[in-house]
Nanobody, 117 residues
Framework: QVQLVESGGGLVQAGGSLRLSCAAS??????????MGWYRQAPGKQRDLVAAITSGGSTNYADSVKGRFTISRDNAKNTVYLQMNSLQPEDTAVYYC?????????WGQGTQVTVSS
């Protein structure tokens, strides 16, 4: 079982930046095989993909965050990051880390990001 722990959320003014981190751990965790993703869920809305990075380093982003957010991973630290710049109030949500490989799909507990106008 893989445990994912997010950190780095908080309150920021519009135009500001935050960096989220997600550390993976657990017996036998082979971090570098997982596609890692960041999702977000605002109140009353569905959980949507924000960004993902494959084991090979390929990335994809939601259109709404392209050019503002950057996903990266450090396999030596079993950690995935989400650098968020030019934050806007519509980015306010709980951000969840996800690890996916074949039939395995793991979620973190989420971290709140609030952007004030």
């Amino acid at each position: 079982q893989v445990q994912l722990v997010e950190s780095g959320g908080g309150l920021v003014q519009a135009g500001g930046s935050l960096r989220l981190s997600c550390a993976a751990s657990g017996p036998g965790t082979i971090f570098n095989i997982y596609t890692m993703g960041w999702y977000r869920q605002a109140p009353g809305k569905q959980r949507d993909l924000v960004a993902a990075i494959t084991s090979g380093g390929s990335t994809n982003y939601a259109d709404s965050v392209k050019g503002r957010f950057t996903i990266s991973r450090d396999n030596a630290k079993n950690t995935v990051y989400l650098q968020m710049n030019s934050l806007q109030p519509e980015d306010t949500a709980v951000y969840y880390c996800n690890a996916r490989w074949q039939l395995y799909n793991h979620w973190g507990q989420g971290t709140q990001v609030t952007v004030s106008s």
